[in-house]
């Protein structure tokens, strides 16, 4: 047995009276027995006070003044699934481009021949200049890589 509160309009103040009943409980947490718990409550309430008029119904209630259709979502439910869709499909569309791009650069690694020069990138390095160098051949020159090992520099 188990005791829960119902509560019942009142015409003065505080406008509301708890009263105490006592009903069968049935444990467990499955919608089930939360459902066999509220008619047992709303039943042994009835019996006790069959003229009585109950101020709020629970949500899960049985009753026509529970929810319409509880399988519904909400408009919080509603605005956090748009949001979750949205950076899923973001993060699809980043995932998408980086694909292409990945699939352009096997293309194009494909196409090298064995050999092949690749373009890296610039690198700074000091060097020592004296009048009369020629600043061309100190500015243009190439260093080749091989497996992360310096083969060739070129002027």
Do not use: C
Request: aromatic share 6%.
């Amino acid at each position: 047995m188990a005791k829960r509160p119902v509560f019942i309009p009142q015409g003065e103040a505080p406008f509301a009276r708890a009263i105490e009943t006592e009903f069968s409980w049935n444990g467990g947490f499955a919608p089930s027995q939360k459902q066999k718990n509220i008619r047992a409550l709303d039943g042994a309430f009835l019996a006790a006070h069959p003229d009585a008029r109950v101020l709020e119904i629970s949500s899960k209630s049985m009753q026509e003044n529970g929810p319409a259709n509880p399988q519904e979502p909400t408009p919080q439910e509603i605005q956090r699934l748009n949001a979750i869709q949205q950076h899923f499909g973001q993060e699809r569309q980043k995932r998408a481009e980086y694909r292409a791009q990945a699939l352009a650069q096997k293309e194009q690694t494909e196409k090298l021949k064995i050999g092949s020069e690749i373009v890296q990138g610039t690198l700074e390095r000091q060097v020592e200049v004296k009048v009369g160098d020629d600043m061309r051949e100190l500015m243009n020159v190439e260093v080749l890589v091989e497996d992360d090992k310096i083969i060739a520099i070129r002027g």
